[in-house]
């Protein structure tokens, strides 16, 4: 067995993610803050996470919810003090978990004050920090419209990515690089025990494009399609390893949304330069390309969610992975996997089931372990998601009715995972004392942590009882993944093998029975399963962990 596996905290435990605005809010003011976080660590604690990721609390204009950074080294008022930005890193010490920042290093907010000096003139010392274009191209931005904005002040394009106010920092000017790398420094000095690379695969723009701006050739215009995984983009980034994560007992994840898992080794591991990486090929198994328009989504297909998992655990066989189904950028689970009709309390358990099962560490996003489902508003000006929005108006003007537009806005927004989390039964979940800024789900007097905490076969106690059972389980730790009857449309079957000792996890994504092919193996027993009972056969929404 390999050691050094169980030297490396991180993967030895689940990580717990925060969307600290839908969290808990103690001030009243609607918003969630950090030490609602404070509050409820043992809430986190008791699944067993050993980290906590933070998605961004600096401070922010909030044009994409903290993703727009107005400065890298401060806390936003909105969320609390640099004081109790510290309470929180020694609160959590005191329980083992890590606090792990997000790194948003491939954009800035325009409220920056580096960015209002760069567009100020053509000549000032940051004129060349961000993008800057004499002409634009028609390359369409991640969140809809165009990628370029005009800027009167400098008589130049700027290029964003993502939202208008959220220009791309320039990464060929060692300026910017340093500065970053300083913030990042400057986190870990407060003790920090990890970062999330945000958007990382953007950060280097094509030569060609440097020189010429060209329009995308392909008729498709997704700047995603543009810029992504540039070569070259590995030596910013060994750079970034060498200045910031050396020397220090961290664990890093980079969100790679279409690096293809043939890739992975030259990003993870010993050759790489991240210890996990988030690649998007399950979770976005429903889109044909990297920059999944929401209204060209197709259903998925069983055989080809497998096929995305299994390849990612084969290309990480010498490395490591981070297992996840949700964060705050995807629905929720159960409505994204699960045929419709499906029971959600089951639904919830069988996911928990595949992410405790698969090989790496399990990223619980807040609510997933109380089972939580989608949201759906009526109308797209209730969205507060920036991308929901954009999305709606690109498919309007492909000419989908308004009707149409919303059906796939309520599907994919990102505010389906981004409502309140639900405490408890009493006014807005118990979220907050004020008005939410983002409506409490209408299921909440059923669905919340202090109810599932009194019933033994919650979806809650079902994800203790399965972080327990994997971080005491050297199978489960490390066993070597392989999957069984990859073609199959109705069932996900697989083993975690060492030595002698196998695991096998079953899982039924249909709403009816379904036999086990054949014996799966000799002397199975089950260890735990979202039924209470045990058949031949699998049911309806059915998932089982065997062993020998
Ligand atoms: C990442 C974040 C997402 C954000 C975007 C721009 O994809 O997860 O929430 O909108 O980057 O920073």
Redesign the pocket.
């Known amino acids: 067995m390999n050691q050094k596996i169980f030297m490396n905290w991180w993967k030895k435990n689940p990580v717990y993610q925060i969307y600290p605005k839908s969290f808990l809010d103690t001030s009243g003011n609607g918003v969630g803050d950090l030490r609602g976080v404070i509050s409820k660590l043992d809430h986190i604690k008791s699944l067993g996470a050993g980290a906590i990721w933070l998605t961004p609390i600096y401070p922010s204009p909030m044009v994409?919810n903290g993703?727009d950074i107005s400065d890298y080294t401060a806390i936003n008022p909105l969320f609390g003090s640099m004081a109790d930005f510290d309470e929180l890193i020694a609160e959590a010490r005191a329980r083992d978990i890590k606090i792990v920042m997000d790194l948003?290093f491939n954009?800035s907010s325009d409220k920056h004050p580096w960015f209002l000096e760069s567009k100020s003139s053509r000549d000032n010392p940051k004129a060349d920090w961000y993008v800057w274009r004499d002409e634009k191209t028609n390359w369409r931005g991640i969140f809809g419209g165009s990628a370029w904005q005009w800027c009167e002040e400098r008589g130049q394009y700027y290029l964003h990515t993502?939202a208008t106010e959220?220009p791309d920092l320039n990464w060929e000017n060692p300026d910017v690089r340093q500065a970053l790398y300083d913030a990042a420094n400057f986190w870990l000095k407060r003790g920090v025990g990890g970062f999330r690379i945000?958007?990382i695969v953007y950060i280097k723009k094509p030569e060609k494009f440097l020189d010429g701006a060209p329009d995308s050739p392909d008729g498709s215009c997704a700047v995603h399609n543009m810029i992504a995984n540039t070569d070259g983009i590995l030596d910013f980034l060994h750079e970034l390893k060498r200045e910031v994560f050396d020397g220090h007992d961290i664990f890093t994840v980079g969100?790679a949304n279409s690096v293809k898992p043939e890739d992975l080794p030259e990003w993870v591991g010993e050759r790489g330069v991240f210890d996990m990486l988030f690649e998007f090929s399950h979770v976005n198994v429903m889109f044909k390309r990297g920059d999944d328009v929401w209204h060209q989504s197709k259903p998925i297909k069983l055989s080809e969610l497998k096929k995305a998992l299994s390849d990612s655990q084969a290309a990480t066989r010498d490395s490591w992975y981070p297992i996840y189904f949700e964060?705050?950028?995807k629905p929720r689970s159960v409505n994204n996997f699960f045929p419709h009709g499906s029971d959600k309390i089951l639904a919830a358990k069988a996911l928990a089931i595949i992410l405790f099962g698969l090989r790496g560490t399990p990223f619980i996003y807040q609510g997933e372990e109380l089972g939580f489902t989608n949201t759906k508003f009526n109308s797209i000006d209730e969205y507060d998601d920036i991308?929901s929005r954009g999305a709606y108006n690109l498919a309007r003007a492909d000419g989908l009715s308004a009707k149409e537009a919303m059906r796939f806005v309520q599907k994919f927004s990102r505010d389906n995972a981004r409502t309140p989390m639900q405490w408890n039964s009493s006014a807005n979940a118990g979220f907050t004392r004020g008005k939410p800024w983002l409506p409490v789900h209408d299921d909440f007097k059923t669905c919340n942590a202090a109810v599932e905490e009194r019933d033994e076969n919650s979806v809650l106690n079902f994800y203790r009882r399965l972080s327990a059972l994997r971080s005491s389980n050297d199978v489960l730790l490390v066993g070597e993944y392989e999957e069984l009857y990859p073609r199959t449309e109705e069932l996900f079957i697989f083993t975690r093998t060492l030595g002698e000792k196998k695991i096998i996890v079953a899982v039924n994504f249909t709403t009816h029975d379904v036999d086990l092919p054949e014996k799966i193996f000799d002397g199975a027993k089950k260890i735990l399963g979202n039924y209470s009972d045990e058949k031949n056969y699998l049911r309806a929404t059915e998932a089982v962990i065997y062993g020998n």
């Open positions: 994409d993703y948003v954009h993502f959220q945000d958007a969100e964060n705050h950028d991308s």
